[in-house]
Each structure stands twice: as C-alpha cells, then as structure tokens.
C-alpha cells in the first residue's frame, strides 16, 4: 500500500492562512477520493474536505465551507488543502485519507471507511 505524506502544518494567529499537501504517488494514475480530517484534541476525527480526483468534484464540512479550499496538482501527484481565516476552533491534526478507484458519496466524510492514511500534521491557531 502506498504511503501517504502529508505537510504544511504550524503554528498561526486567528486570521492567518495555511496550505497542507499531501502527496500520494498513485492520485494522478488511479481515481481516489481524497479527504482532509481532522481531529481536535480530546475530540473524534472529522471529515474537513474532500475531492474526487477523477472529476475534481469538491465536498466540505459546514464549519469550514467558504474558508478551506481544496483542490490537486494532477502533474505533482498532491492534493491540498487552502486554510483561510483561520480560528481558534481549527485547532487539529489533520489527516490525509484517499480511498482509489472509489468516488466520494454521501459518506465522503466517514472516518471509516477509508483505509488509506498519512501521519498527521499539526495545525495550531492562536487567538
């Protein structure tokens, strides 16, 4: 099973910006639906953001809708993630998740269903 990296975490004031990737050596030769989790301390994993590589379709979470962009580098095997106006609440490590040859449905947002994960990176917002 190919590993998933992901990066971009740190440590940023309310208000501020970060762009995570997370690189997969097979998101550009095999369709994957691809998401962001997140999960708060002390609290459950969260689905933040996904994409459906194949069509590029686009899926967020209510509390981030407006704010985060997803999107990928089909020549760079990378999907990110764009945090803007960051809050406080954003406080996560936040996971890449990819499931291939699979399109993101209604559950797009289900921990587990996806057996595919990266290591975590940490995001940390300051007020």
């Known amino acids: 099973q190919v590993q998933l990296a992901e990066s971009g975490g740190g440590s940023v004031q309310a208000g501020g910006s970060l762009r995570l990737s997370c690189v997969h050596s097979e998101f550009t030769s095999v369709s994957n639906c691809v998401v962001w989790f997140r999960q708060p301390p002390g609290k459950e994993r969260e689905g933040v953001a996904g994409?459906?590589?194949?069509?590029?379709?686009?899926y967020y979470a209510d509390s981030v809708q407006g704010r985060f962009t997803i999107s990928r580098d089909k020549y760079k095997d990378t999907v990110y993630l764009h945090m803007n106006s960051l809050k406080p609440e954003d406080t996560a490590n936040y996971y890449c998740?990819?499931?291939?040859?699979?399109?993101?449905?209604?559950?797009?947002?289900?921990?587990?269903?996806?057996?595919?994960w990266g290591q975590g990176t940490q995001v940390t917002v300051s007020s």
């Open positions: 994409i459906y590589t194949y069509t590029d379709t686009t």
């Open positions: 998740a990819a499931r291939a040859l699979s399109e993101c449905g209604g559950d797009w947002d289900v921990p587990r269903i996806y057996w595919n």
